[in-house]
T-cell receptor, first 114, second 116 residues
Protein backbone atom coordinates (compact mmCIF):
# COMPACT_ATOMS: atom_id res chain seq x y z
CA UNK A 1 0.00 0.00 0.00
CA UNK A 2 1.25 3.48 -0.78
CA UNK A 3 0.36 4.48 2.79
CA UNK A 4 3.14 2.46 4.43
CA UNK A 5 6.73 3.36 3.60
CA UNK A 6 9.67 1.23 4.64
CA UNK A 7 13.25 2.31 4.17
CA UNK A 8 15.80 1.44 3.12
CA UNK A 9 14.88 -1.28 0.64
CA UNK A 10 18.24 -3.02 1.17
CA UNK A 11 20.50 -2.78 4.21
CA UNK A 12 23.84 -4.31 5.09
CA UNK A 13 25.06 -4.78 8.63
CA UNK A 14 28.60 -5.22 9.87
CA UNK A 15 29.54 -7.34 12.87
CA UNK A 16 28.75 -5.61 16.16
CA UNK A 17 26.69 -2.91 14.51
CA UNK A 18 23.16 -1.80 15.33
CA UNK A 19 20.97 -0.85 12.39
CA UNK A 20 17.56 0.81 12.31
CA UNK A 21 14.78 0.07 9.84
CA UNK A 22 12.27 2.82 9.23
CA UNK A 23 8.49 2.39 8.96
CA UNK A 24 6.12 5.31 8.39
CA UNK A 25 2.39 5.23 7.70
CA UNK A 26 -0.02 7.97 6.70
CA UNK A 27 -3.17 5.87 7.04
CA UNK A 28 -3.97 7.17 10.54
CA UNK A 29 -3.82 3.59 11.81
CA UNK A 30 -3.53 2.97 15.53
CA UNK A 31 -1.74 -0.38 15.42
CA UNK A 32 1.64 -1.19 13.85
CA UNK A 33 3.60 -4.42 13.58
CA UNK A 34 7.04 -5.75 12.64
CA UNK A 35 7.48 -9.18 11.08
CA UNK A 36 10.50 -11.17 10.04
CA UNK A 37 10.23 -13.46 7.02
CA UNK A 38 12.68 -16.29 6.31
CA UNK A 39 12.26 -18.72 3.42
CA UNK A 40 9.72 -21.41 4.22
CA UNK A 41 8.90 -19.97 7.64
CA UNK A 42 6.03 -17.62 7.01
CA UNK A 43 5.77 -14.37 8.93
CA UNK A 44 6.98 -14.23 12.52
CA UNK A 45 5.97 -11.35 14.77
CA UNK A 46 8.80 -9.35 16.35
CA UNK A 47 7.00 -6.45 18.07
CA UNK A 48 3.64 -4.75 17.85
CA UNK A 49 2.10 -1.56 19.14
CA UNK A 50 -1.51 -0.54 19.53
CA UNK A 51 -0.98 3.02 20.78
CA UNK A 52 1.75 5.62 21.04
CA UNK A 53 4.36 4.97 23.74
CA UNK A 54 3.26 1.37 24.20
CA UNK A 55 4.42 -1.83 22.50
CA UNK A 56 4.45 -5.56 23.11
CA UNK A 57 6.95 -8.30 22.36
CA UNK A 58 6.00 -10.81 19.72
CA UNK A 59 7.37 -14.30 19.26
CA UNK A 60 10.98 -13.43 18.35
CA UNK A 61 11.76 -10.12 20.10
CA UNK A 62 15.24 -11.06 21.34
CA UNK A 63 17.93 -8.95 19.68
CA UNK A 64 15.45 -6.32 18.48
CA UNK A 65 14.10 -3.08 19.93
CA UNK A 66 11.37 -0.62 18.88
CA UNK A 67 9.92 2.74 19.80
CA UNK A 68 6.54 4.34 19.15
CA UNK A 69 6.95 8.05 19.86
CA UNK A 70 4.59 9.10 17.09
CA UNK A 71 1.44 7.45 15.77
CA UNK A 72 2.77 7.32 12.22
CA UNK A 73 6.23 5.94 12.98
CA UNK A 74 7.43 2.57 14.33
CA UNK A 75 11.19 2.10 13.77
CA UNK A 76 12.86 -1.26 14.40
CA UNK A 77 16.47 -1.53 15.60
CA UNK A 78 18.32 -4.75 14.93
CA UNK A 79 20.97 -4.90 17.62
CA UNK A 80 24.31 -6.68 17.64
CA UNK A 81 22.69 -9.22 19.98
CA UNK A 82 20.70 -10.58 17.02
CA UNK A 83 23.20 -13.11 15.70
CA UNK A 84 21.31 -14.12 12.59
CA UNK A 85 19.71 -10.94 11.26
CA UNK A 86 19.66 -11.84 7.56
CA UNK A 87 15.99 -11.81 6.57
CA UNK A 88 13.21 -9.87 4.88
CA UNK A 89 11.57 -7.46 7.36
CA UNK A 90 7.99 -6.36 6.89
CA UNK A 91 6.17 -3.57 8.67
CA UNK A 92 2.37 -3.53 8.79
CA UNK A 93 -0.40 -1.40 10.21
CA UNK A 94 -4.10 -1.78 10.95
CA UNK A 95 -6.81 0.71 11.80
CA UNK A 96 -7.38 -0.88 15.20
CA UNK A 97 -6.18 -4.13 16.76
CA UNK A 98 -5.56 -7.20 14.63
CA UNK A 99 -8.83 -8.82 15.65
CA UNK A 100 -10.89 -6.03 14.06
CA UNK A 101 -9.59 -5.79 10.53
CA UNK A 102 -6.85 -6.39 7.97
CA UNK A 103 -3.22 -5.47 8.24
CA UNK A 104 -1.62 -3.55 5.39
CA UNK A 105 2.02 -4.19 4.62
CA UNK A 106 4.93 -2.07 3.44
CA UNK A 107 7.32 -3.18 0.68
CA UNK A 108 9.85 -4.57 3.14
CA UNK A 109 13.53 -4.17 3.93
CA UNK A 110 16.01 -6.89 3.03
CA UNK A 111 18.81 -7.04 5.61
CA UNK A 112 22.07 -8.86 5.02
CA UNK A 113 25.31 -9.28 6.93
CA UNK A 114 28.51 -7.96 5.37
CA UNK B 1 -1.01 -18.85 22.25
CA UNK B 2 -2.66 -19.62 18.94
CA UNK B 3 -1.21 -22.21 16.56
CA UNK B 4 -2.07 -22.10 12.86
CA UNK B 5 -1.26 -25.07 10.62
CA UNK B 6 -1.43 -24.72 6.83
CA UNK B 7 -1.51 -27.44 4.16
CA UNK B 8 -0.24 -28.21 1.64
CA UNK B 9 3.12 -26.42 1.56
CA UNK B 10 3.22 -26.67 -2.25
CA UNK B 11 0.40 -27.05 -4.75
CA UNK B 12 0.59 -27.37 -8.53
CA UNK B 13 -2.50 -27.19 -10.71
CA UNK B 14 -3.31 -26.87 -14.39
CA UNK B 15 -4.74 -23.59 -15.59
CA UNK B 16 -8.53 -23.66 -15.25
CA UNK B 17 -8.54 -26.18 -12.40
CA UNK B 18 -9.48 -25.35 -8.81
CA UNK B 19 -7.07 -25.00 -5.90
CA UNK B 20 -7.85 -25.52 -2.23
CA UNK B 21 -5.63 -24.56 0.70
CA UNK B 22 -6.56 -25.58 4.23
CA UNK B 23 -5.71 -24.16 7.65
CA UNK B 24 -6.47 -25.23 11.19
CA UNK B 25 -6.25 -23.14 14.34
CA UNK B 26 -6.18 -23.98 18.02
CA UNK B 27 -7.69 -21.03 19.91
CA UNK B 28 -11.49 -21.12 19.92
CA UNK B 29 -11.48 -17.38 20.80
CA UNK B 30 -9.96 -16.47 17.40
CA UNK B 31 -12.49 -14.38 15.53
CA UNK B 32 -10.89 -13.00 12.36
CA UNK B 33 -9.26 -14.99 9.54
CA UNK B 34 -7.53 -13.18 6.66
CA UNK B 35 -5.79 -14.69 3.63
CA UNK B 36 -2.78 -13.01 2.01
CA UNK B 37 -1.13 -13.49 -1.38
CA UNK B 38 2.57 -12.76 -1.72
CA UNK B 39 4.36 -12.65 -5.05
CA UNK B 40 8.10 -13.17 -5.11
CA UNK B 41 9.96 -10.31 -3.44
CA UNK B 42 6.80 -8.31 -2.83
CA UNK B 43 4.59 -7.41 0.08
CA UNK B 44 1.75 -9.70 1.24
CA UNK B 45 -1.61 -8.44 0.00
CA UNK B 46 -4.98 -9.23 1.52
CA UNK B 47 -7.17 -11.18 -0.90
CA UNK B 48 -10.11 -12.16 1.30
CA UNK B 49 -11.03 -12.36 4.97
CA UNK B 50 -13.81 -13.83 7.09
CA UNK B 51 -15.13 -13.27 10.59
CA UNK B 52 -16.18 -15.96 13.01
CA UNK B 53 -19.88 -15.13 12.70
CA UNK B 54 -19.85 -16.03 8.99
CA UNK B 55 -19.49 -19.49 7.47
CA UNK B 56 -18.57 -18.58 3.91
CA UNK B 57 -17.52 -15.55 1.87
CA UNK B 58 -17.00 -15.24 -1.86
CA UNK B 59 -15.31 -12.69 -4.10
CA UNK B 60 -15.36 -13.59 -7.78
CA UNK B 61 -13.05 -16.64 -8.21
CA UNK B 62 -12.00 -16.71 -4.55
CA UNK B 63 -13.97 -18.08 -1.60
CA UNK B 64 -13.21 -18.81 2.02
CA UNK B 65 -15.09 -21.23 4.25
CA UNK B 66 -14.92 -21.41 8.04
CA UNK B 67 -15.89 -24.29 10.30
CA UNK B 68 -15.74 -22.99 13.87
CA UNK B 69 -16.61 -26.33 15.44
CA UNK B 70 -13.74 -28.10 13.74
CA UNK B 71 -11.52 -25.00 13.92
CA UNK B 72 -10.54 -24.99 10.29
CA UNK B 73 -10.88 -22.64 7.35
CA UNK B 74 -10.08 -23.03 3.67
CA UNK B 75 -9.29 -20.92 0.63
CA UNK B 76 -10.84 -21.97 -2.67
CA UNK B 77 -9.65 -20.56 -5.99
CA UNK B 78 -11.66 -21.55 -9.05
CA UNK B 79 -10.67 -21.28 -12.73
CA UNK B 80 -7.04 -20.73 -11.79
CA UNK B 81 -4.80 -18.59 -14.00
CA UNK B 82 -0.99 -18.39 -14.22
CA UNK B 83 -1.10 -15.01 -12.45
CA UNK B 84 -2.54 -16.77 -9.40
CA UNK B 85 0.91 -18.32 -8.90
CA UNK B 86 2.25 -17.00 -5.58
CA UNK B 87 2.63 -17.91 -1.91
CA UNK B 88 -0.62 -17.83 0.03
CA UNK B 89 -0.75 -17.33 3.81
CA UNK B 90 -3.64 -17.91 6.15
CA UNK B 91 -3.83 -16.20 9.52
CA UNK B 92 -5.96 -16.18 12.64
CA UNK B 93 -6.41 -13.32 15.06
CA UNK B 94 -6.12 -13.95 18.76
CA UNK B 95 -4.89 -12.21 21.90
CA UNK B 96 -1.87 -13.36 23.86
CA UNK B 97 -2.53 -14.79 27.32
CA UNK B 98 -3.24 -12.01 29.81
CA UNK B 99 -3.55 -9.39 27.10
CA UNK B 100 -6.41 -7.75 25.26
CA UNK B 101 -4.18 -6.83 22.34
CA UNK B 102 -5.01 -8.72 19.19
CA UNK B 103 -2.37 -10.04 16.85
CA UNK B 104 -2.23 -12.32 13.85
CA UNK B 105 -0.78 -15.80 13.83
CA UNK B 106 0.29 -16.86 10.35
CA UNK B 107 0.48 -20.26 8.71
CA UNK B 108 3.77 -21.18 7.02
CA UNK B 109 2.44 -20.55 3.55
CA UNK B 110 1.50 -22.51 0.42
CA UNK B 111 3.42 -22.08 -2.82
CA UNK B 112 0.79 -22.29 -5.55
CA UNK B 113 1.97 -22.86 -9.13
CA UNK B 114 -0.53 -22.69 -11.97
CA UNK B 115 0.73 -24.28 -15.19
CA UNK B 116 -0.55 -22.90 -18.51
Amino acid sequence: DGGITQSPKYLFRKEGQNVTLSCEQNLNHDAMYWYRQDPGQGLRLIYYSQIVNDFQKGDIAEGYSVSREKKESFPLTVTSAQKNPTAFYLCASSLQGAQWGPQHFGDGTRLSIL
Amino acid sequence: GENVEQHPSTLSVQEGDSAVIKCTYSDSASNYFPWYKQELGKRPQLIIDIRSNVGEKKDQRIAVTLNKTAKHFSLHITETQPEDSAVYFCAASSADRGSTLGRLYFGRGTQLTVWP
